[in-house]
């Protein structure tokens, strides 16, 4: 249910299917299949990794434990940036439809128009963050309940989606209707590999927030095996829930690039808004309020990593101590918590005034930071447990030949999507000192890691120099234990 939550499904439907299509037209379904793939194989790294050494910092431990501080560190990096993007893409389609909600109950137009009024919207916006950042910082266990209902809401809603699309697509309801074809699960007719891997960072972008499940490991029982099971369940699960999505919102409306097509720039990043009356009819209304419990439940789920991930950097003295503060009521990382509400709410606010389509550009720039941590965290696998590859052929396959591939493929991915993205053409044609906006977002803002990293590395080289998190270290060690373990000629 976590791991559902945090994707939301929903929400990243309605944020993905036109931009997806714009790029690869009828072979949507099989970009959406081709990036579980990836998904697929990282998730058997995250999963050994986690067997062997559950942290709440995940792919920032895993990666400091097998190629060290400085490698870790930017992984950390781009976790933590990856969650600061998806909570304001996910904050941003909260705000518009929730007044396509508020203006479909009261029957007025200029109420649903007012998500697209910039000052209104980053208004809305700061304050929907505000009410996400106090549950969040009230912790997980109060709003359990409320998780069940959100997540079982918008998966019943794309269910009756799913039925009443297949039903009018076949049925001849839609004068828009195309007949399936199995050609679209077929990567191989897009018409270029640019064209491919632009699909591809989207559809990786709509499988993110599984390995949520994992950032809770220390706080969940069985903490060993039920996080890595979880995640894999999450992506099979969200796997099913988008190819008949993809395919049933296809059949009924086709790819065109006017009126409620898919292919339609104008409606690209909110394609539900303008498919839930012609698909639901007078339940429309429903397929609204599941985008905003898709984006809500995701909202108070998605401060889960980056609060964890910033703990255990605090932890191990690779960033302020501040952010391991952990509150003595709510037992949660309350200041980092703060700390990912006033981030987002900063990033939100300049990219919706310097973005032509803040939506979309953020998107795509996130497809670049899943490809850069997840990519390093899959590589760490495979060298975390070298020396085991080959003492049994299931070690082999789990923890060197699925993680390697799945690495492979995601940098792949990263260095393609990164020189694409240079054009200012990418994304919403906008551009910055003459670069794509969102290269500036992606690239830029890792650059900005790295800077700051060395900064952090002449203030507190401890970290650095690994004596507070390596290879052999225990999980959240003390201090005093790392003390004790050292030689006494390096005191």
Known sequence: MLGVSCVAPAYALTATLGPTVSEVGLQMPAVFLAGFIPMLLVAYAYRELNHEAPDCGTSFTW??????????????????????????????VAVTF??????????????????????????????????????????????????????????????L??????????????????????????????????????????????????DTTLTINEETTGSSSTPGRAALLTILTILSTYMLVAISAQMFVGIGEKGI????????????????EPVLGVLAIFLFLAVVASAAASLQTTF???????????????????????????????????FSGVATAIFYTVM??????VLIDTIYALGLMIAFYYSLTAFACVWYFRQELFTS????????????????????????????????????GGAVF???????????????????????????????????????????ATEEDLLQDRDPEEH
Not at 442 to 468: D, K, S
């Open 63 to 92: 990666t400091v434990k097998a190629f060290g501080p400085h490698v870790g560190w930017m992984c950390g990096w781009g976790f933590v940036l990856a969650t600061v993007i998806v909570l304001s893409n996910l904050v941003g």
């Open 161 to 210: 989606f799913i039925v009443l699309a297949f039903g009018k697509a076949v049925s001849g309801a839609s004068e828009l209707a195309i007949g399936f074809s199995w050609s679209w699960l077929n990567p191989f007719a897009i018409e270029s590999f640019a064209a491919f891997a632009a699909g591809l960072s989207l559809s990786i972008f709509i499988f993110w927030g599984w």
């Open 261 to 276: 097509g898919l292919g339609n720039p104008d409606t690209a990043d909110n394609v539900f808004a303008v498919l839930a």
């Open 434 to 476: 003459g670069m794509g906006t969102v290269f500036v977002i992606g690239v830029g803002l890792l650059l900005l890691g790295a800077i700051l990293m060395f900064v952090w590395q002449i203030r507190e080289p401890a970290f650095f120099r690994g004596e507070t998190l390596r290879h052999d270290t225990a999980v959240l």
């Open 304 to 338: 889960l990593p980056a609060a964890r991930t910033m703990l255990a950097m605090s932890f191990y003295k690779a960033a302020p101590e501040r952010f391991s503060h952990v509150h003595p009521r709510f037992r949660s990382p309350s200041f980092a918590t703060l």
């Open 393 to 428: 052929p299931k070690n082999f396959i789990f923890k060197g030949l699925l993680p390697g591939l799945g690495g492979i493929m995601l940098t792949l991915l990263f260095f393609k999507t990164a020189v694409d993205t240079f054009d200012p053409a990418y994304g919403s």
């Open 352 to 357: 919706t005034f310097l973005s032509e389509d």
């Open 98 to 159: 929730f007044y396509l909600l508020l203006g479909n109950v009261l029957g007025n137009p200029t109420i649903e128009a007012l998500g697209d009024n910039a000052v209104v919207n980053v208004l809305t916006t700061l304050v929907f963050l505000v009410g996400a950042t106090a549950i969040s910082y009230r912790g997980m266990a109060a709003t359990k309940g409320v998780q069940y209902v959100l997540v079982g809401l918008q998966m019943v809603v794309l269910a």
